[in-house]
Structure formats: structure tokens, C-alpha cells
């Protein structure tokens, strides 16, 4: 049953991708080579430090890190890292809708993978300044044998923000 659904959301992620490049989107918003740097939410309520590479106008990469170490919250210590890559759908003059599919890591009591494939709006305030926001179906691999299914939607009221240098 374990491979059977992470087969489907594997085809799933990669079908949003095919459907996307045969629409052959042109994005408006010149984005190939830029870097935005900024603040996600991650899985774990939990604010992250990200950097979003344009490779083209459509397509691009996305890393982030976040950690909170504290002795008096009842998940001591947080940790994730993890990357995603993105591709834009439709573009219009300051919105992109875009797919993604990520991966990541993260520890709180136990160590967890997370596979994620879904979309996104990325809106531009200013020339270099955009929020956004995220929903997907995701996929939890933990140890010990502990695994998941859910959506990912938690980011949803939650808007991530990023300076295009």
C-alpha cells in the first residue's frame, strides 16, 4: 500500500510538470538569473530562511534551513532543510501560478523526509519584492517506520516574502 501512494504522488508531481511545459507558458516577469532571498513557513509552524534561484523566466530552485532550539517549548529542538523545485504554469504581468515539487528533512523527536508536489501564486509588490504562497499533497517518511499522507495547505494564510536582488 506504502509504494502504491508514493507512486501516485510521485506521478502526480511529475504529471503537474508535463502538463505545464505543454502549455508552453512564457513568463512576463523577467526572472532568469535572479535570486530572492526571504522567509517560508515550513510543515512545523516553524519560519525558515530560504533562497529561490531563476534558472529561466520558468523555471527555478528554491533552498531553505530553519531551526529553533529551546528549552522550554514542548518540541525542544526543531530542525529542517530541504529544496524544491518550481516551474511557472501561468504568468501574468506582477502574478506567477506555479507547480512544485520539494523535499526535505526535518527533526523534532524523530528524523522525517517529507515529498511534496503541489502549486503556488507569487505575487510582485515591487520590481523586487514579491509574497507568496503555497498548497500541496505531501508525502511523510519517518524512521522507525512512521509514514504519512496529508495536504500541506498549512501555508496557505501564511504569506512568504522574498527580496529579488
Known amino acids: 500500500m506504502k ?3 508514493s507512486m501516485l ?17 512564457t513568463s512576463e516577469k523577467q526572472l ?10 515550513s510543515e512545523l509552524h516553524l519560519s525558515v530562511l530560504s533562497a529561490r534561484y531563476w534558472l529561466t523566466d520558468l523555471a ?19 530542525y529542517i532543510i530541504g529544496g524544491e523545485f518550481l516551474y511557472v504554469i501561468k504568468s501574468y504581468k506582477k502574478l506567477n501560478v506555479f507547480s512544485n515539487g520539494s523535499l526535505s528533512l526535518y ?7 517529507i515529498i511534496a508536489g503541489g502549486f503556488g501564486v507569487e505575487w510582485f509588490v515591487l520590481d523586487n519584492l514579491s509574497l507568496s504562497t503555497e498548497a500541496a499533497l505531501s508525502f511523510s517518511i519517518g524512521s ?3 509514514n504519512s ?7 496557505i494564510p501564511k504569506i512568504s516574502i522574498k527580496y529579488y536582488l
Open 149 to 155: 499522507i496529508g495536504t500541506n495547505v498549512e501555508s
Open 3 to 5: 509504494k502504491i501512494i
Open 60 to 78: 527555478g530552485i528554491e533552498c531553505f534551513l530553519g531551526f529553533r532550539i529551546d528549552d522550554n517549548h514542548a518540541n525542544k529542538n526543531i
Open 144 to 146: 522507525e517506520g512512521t
Open 32 to 41: 532568469a538569473e535572479k535570486i530572492g532571498v526571504g522567509f517560508n513557513f
Open 107 to 113: 527533526r523534532v523527536e524523530k528524523t522525517f523526509g
Open 9 to 25: 504522488l510521485c506521478v502526480g508531481v511529475l504529471g503537474s510538470f508535463a502538463i505545464a511545459s505543454q502549455n508552453n507558458a
